[in-house]
């Protein structure tokens, strides 16, 4: 496994050097919403947990075992029937971030490949999460398999998801690599159904190449039970189509060559990927969950950091 990028690799391809060094940027970009004050990529979250702490949630009756610090007098006496006071505490959540590094992902056509773009924002939510004392695991896939982590504590679990990463990304070449696989998303996403049970906080980094209503529902039960985050990720160049020159356009399975381009089919083009992105973006925006719109031609994590301050999105206890 390479350590380093040549200049003409830059952008193209990542390496695991470069994947570390993302936990030294992603300690300056604050992944906090404006509204409310929880972090959306740290991992931290108030969850419904027994015990003494800082929110009251409920009366409910005493039960042998619990503290005894916890019996409100002025309920019990009234009631005449020992009640304790049940409070909410913060515990970690684990971390489960979902890499597309399909052959659909190679494209780009300005600082980064979509590959590259994803895989450097998943390295800064791992760290991130890390950091702050969460479990980190997540799923990695290409076109012909999928490799699954499962979400530990621990730097080395982090360097094995992005190793995985860096060396599916790596073996990426449009020239020699495998057939486009649509199926394959809505192949992961159902395994990831069964694997991510409840109180997670899922992240999908993903062109969505192949996405359907399979797609939506298999989201959707993620999100009934978990914090989803959804990064689409995209390239500029298919909404505005370059004037002149030689186009080589594909939808993954077949592909043509468009010589000298016009205005009529620059124009035609770009409503071909508008109207593709579109549908996508509505299927996702139906989930009710954050949608992120990241560029592949812009600094990967000050686009999180700008969009995540003003997503709100109704989760499992309202907005994120």
Not at 101 to 128: D, H, L, P, Y
Request: glycine content about 8%; proline content about 3%.
């Amino acid at each position: 496994m390479k350590t380093g990028t040549t200049t003409e690799e830059a952008g193209v391809y990542t390496t695991l050097e470069e994947l570390i060094r993302m936990q030294y940027r992603a300690q300056g970009v604050s992944l906090l919403p404006r509204r409310p004050l929880r972090s959306l990529l740290t991992g931290r979250h108030a969850s419904r947990l027994r015990g003494r702490g800082l929110n009251f949630e409920e009366i409910r009756a005493y039960l042998p075992g619990d503290d005894i610090r916890t019996i409100d007098w002025r309920v019990t006496g009234r009631t005449q029937r020992p009640a304790v006071r049940v409070y909410t505490e913060e515990r970690d959540r684990p971390l489960f971030v979902v890499v597309d590094q399909r052959i659909s992902m190679f494209f780009g056509s300005r600082k980064n490949m979509n590959s590259v773009t994803a895989a450097e924002i998943a390295a800064a939510a791992c760290w991130r999460a890390l950091a702050n004392g969460d479990r980190v695991g997540g799923v990695v896939f290409n076109d012909s398999e999928s490799v699954e982590v499962k979400p530990l504590r621990s730097r080395s679990t982090v360097m094995r998801l992005l190793g995985e990463v860096v060396r599916m990304n790596r073996a990426l070449n449009a020239q020699t690599g495998p057939k486009a696989n649509a199926g394959k998303l809505n192949e992961v996403l159902d395994k990831l159904v069964r694997a991510v049970k409840h109180d997670s906080l899922v992240v999908v980094l993903s062109t969505f190449f192949g996405d359907s209503e399979e797609t939506v529902r298999s989201l959707s039960r993620l999100a009934a039970h978990n914090d989803l985050v959804i990064g689409l990720i995209y390239d500029e160049l298919q909404m505005h189509p370059p004037e002149g020159g030689r186009l080589l356009v594909t939808d993954g399975d077949l592909q043509i060559e468009v010589s000298r381009a016009g205005e009529r089919e620059r124009h035609k083009l770009s409503e071909f990927f508008i109207d593709r992105m579109q549908k996508t973006r509505q299927r996702l925006a139906g989930l009710g969950v954050p949608v992120m719109m990241i560029s592949n031609a812009q600094d990967a994590l000050e686009q999180v950091r700008r969009q995540i301050g003003g997503i709100a999105a109704a989760g499992r206890g309202g907005q994120l």
